[in-house]
């Protein structure tokens, strides 16, 4: 088990509404990125968050929106919902420095867009 | 650009014998780590092993181990003495160092251990 815990477990949403996803990362970790899981395939990066900022980012649309707080917890937003966002997402965190950018990964978030 | 590639979808194997599964990847870096994951079906992501590249000793974790072969971007697991609750998808993955160390996962190869 690791530290990290994520909110809700699971999640349905009709197209076109809006979803936030929460984090909790693992004690002592300021960095905290976000995966995308479709079924039967590897995570895909969707951001990164290191102290408050945004430090990185996958290929994925604007509407793809996230936050972390000043205690390093961090949320997803995603607007318009659309039917291809239904997947399990995925939050990780790990220490800033030094770890050699070792993930601990969180239970995860299933989301169902119908 | 880097890229991780897993070539074997699925694979089995029966009770207390050994699998190996594979992993290739491409990089320019010449340090860097390496890193296998376990998923099962209650889908939280495991850390089940991680490798230094510049170290030359394989790294092992109790019943897991590598097989690294830097110069052939090879990096192999190995399973010894399987057990039920191995059973799972093991993702390789490698952190992408130029943005922020996101990781690049393969495809994944989808394990069954028999009994």
């Known amino acids: 088990e690791t530290g990290v815990t994520q909110s809700p477990t699971h999640l349905i949403k009709t197209r076109g509404q809006q979803v936030t996803l929460r984090c909790s990362s693992q004690?002592?970790?300021?960095?905290v990125s976000w995966y995308q899981q479709a079924l039967g395939q590897g995570p895909q990066f969707i951001f990164q968050?290191?102290?408050?900022?945004?430090?990185g980012r996958g290929n994925f649309p604007p509407r793809f929106s996230g936050l972390q707080f000043p205690n390093y917890s961090s949320e997803l937003n995603v607007n318009a919902l659309e039917l291809d966002d239904s997947a399990l997402y995925l939050c990780?965190?790990?220490?800033?420095?030094?770890?050699?950018?070792?993930?601990?990964f969180g239970p995860g978030t299933r989301l169902t867009v119908l | 650009a880097q890229t991780v590639t897993q070539s074997q979808p699925e694979m089995s194997v029966q009770e207390a014998e050994t699998v190996t599964l594979s992993c290739t990847y491409d990089?320019?870096?010449?340090?860097?780590?390496l890193f296998w994951y376990k998923q099962p079906p209650s889908r939280q992501m495991i850390l089940v092993i991680r490798?230094?590249?510049?170290?030359?000793q394989n790294a092992t974790e109790n019943r897991f181990s590598v097989n690294f072969q830097k110069a052939a971007k090879s990096f192999s697991l190995k399973i010894s003495d399987s057990q039920l609750g191995d059973t799972a998808m093991y993702f390789c993955?490698?952190?992408?160092?130029?943005?922020?160390?996101?990781?690049?996962f393969g495809q994944g190869t989808e394990l069954s251990v028999k009994p």
């Open positions: 990780a965190s790990r220490a800033g420095t030094g770890d050699e950018y070792t993930q601990y």
């Open positions: 004690s002592g970790h300021n960095t």
């Open positions: 968050y290191y102290r408050e900022e945004e430090n």
């Open positions: 990089t320019s870096e010449s340090n860097y780590y």
């Open positions: 490798q230094e590249a510049y170290k030359q």
């Open positions: 993955a490698f952190p992408f160092y130029n943005q922020g160390g996101k990781l690049i």
